[in-house]
T-cell receptor, first 113, second 111 residues
Framework: DTAVSQTPKYLVTQMGNDKSIKCEQNLGHDTMYWYKQDSKKFLKIMFSYNNKELIINETVPNRFSPKSPDKAHLNLHINSLELGDSAVYFC????????????FGQGTRLTVV | RKEVEQDPGPFNVPEGATVAFNCTYSNSASQSFFWYRQDCRKEPKLLMSVYSSGNEDGRFTAQLNRASQYISLLIRDSKLSDSATYLCVVLNYNQGGKLIFGQGTELSVKP
C-alpha cells in the first residue's frame, strides 16, 4: 500500500493550460504539504494544510490553488501554466505539523512546453 | 541568505571512505532538525532526526550545535548504495510547522 500517492507521475502540457495534481495519504496524518523542486533540486514549500485548513501559504502565484476536500486529500490546481512552472511537485504528509517524519509522494514531473 | 545552507558538492569518494556533510541554518528559533536522503528522480526520505546530544544510527552520526546553528552528518565506511543527495532539514514551529530544506549535498561513492 502506497502511503502518499500522487497522480499523475508525469504531466506534459502547453503554456496557458489548466491542470490538476492529486494527492492522497492513507497514514491518518493531519498535516499535508505541497513542495516544488526546481531544476536546481531546491525543495521549497508552497502550501501546508492541517486538518483541511490552510496553515502555510508561501509567496506562490495565485494561479496555484490547493484544495483539501478532507484531511486525507490535498490537490493542487494550476491555472494558466507558464514555462517557469516546470518542476517536480511533491506532496507530503506528517502527523503533527512536521515535527516528526514527513512522508513524501513519488512526485509529479510537470513539463510546460 | 538561504535559511538552510549546504555545500552542494558533489562529493566523490571511494568505498569505505568516511565523509562529512555540513549545514548551517539562519533562524535561531528553529526547533527540530533532520537529515533526509533523496535518490535520483525519487522522493526524499527521512534518514535520521538530529538531537542536541548528537545521535548515531549504524554508520551514520548526526551532530547539532545550536550556538553555532550548525548541523553535521558523518557517514563511515561508505557503501555504493550511499550514493544519493543528502538534505539538511529544519523545522520552525513559529512558521506554522514549516519544514525548510537545504539544497542538498550530492554524494557519489565509487568502487
Amino acid at each position: 500500500d502506497t502511503a502518499v500517492s500522487q497522480t499523475p507521475k508525469y504531466l506534459v502540457t502547453q503554456m496557458g493550460n489548466d491542470k490538476s495534481i492529486k494527492c492522497e495519504q492513507n497514514l491518518g496524518h493531519d498535516t499535508m504539504y505541497w513542495y516544488k523542486q526546481d531544476s536546481k533540486k531546491f525543495l521549497k514549500i508552497m502550501f501546508s494544510y492541517n486538518n483541511k485548513e490552510l496553515i502555510i501559504n508561501e509567496t506562490v502565484p495565485n494561479r496555484f490553488s490547493p484544495k483539501s476536500p478532507d484531511k486525507a486529500h490535498l490537490n493542487l490546481h494550476i491555472n494558466s501554466l507558464e514555462l517557469g512552472d516546470s518542476a517536480v511537485y511533491f506532496c507530503a504528509s506528517s502527523p503533527q505539523g512536521g515535527n516528526t517524519e514527513a512522508f513524501f509522494g513519488q512526485g509529479t514531473r510537470l513539463t510546460v512546453v | 541568505r538561504k535559511e538552510v545552507e549546504q555545500d552542494p558538492g558533489p562529493f566523490n569518494v571511494p568505498e569505505g571512505a568516511t565523509v562529512a556533510f555540513n549545514c548551517t541554518y539562519s533562524n535561531s528559533a528553529s526547533q527540530s532538525f533532520f537529515w533526509y536522503r533523496q535518490d535520483c528522480r525519487k522522493e526524499p526520505k527521512l534518514l535520521m532526526s538530529v538531537y542536541s546530544s548528537g545521535n548515531e544510527d549504524g554508520r551514520f552520526t548526526a551532530q547539532l550545535n545550536r550556538a553555532s546553528q550548525y548541523i553535521s552528518l558523518l557517514i563511515r565506511d561508505s557503501k555504493l548504495s550511499d550514493s544519493a543527495t543528502y538534505l539538511c532539514v529544519v523545522l520552525n514551529y513559529n512558521q506554522g510547522g514549516k519544514l525548510i530544506f537545504g539544497q542538498g549535498t550530492e554524494l557519489s561513492v565509487k568502487p
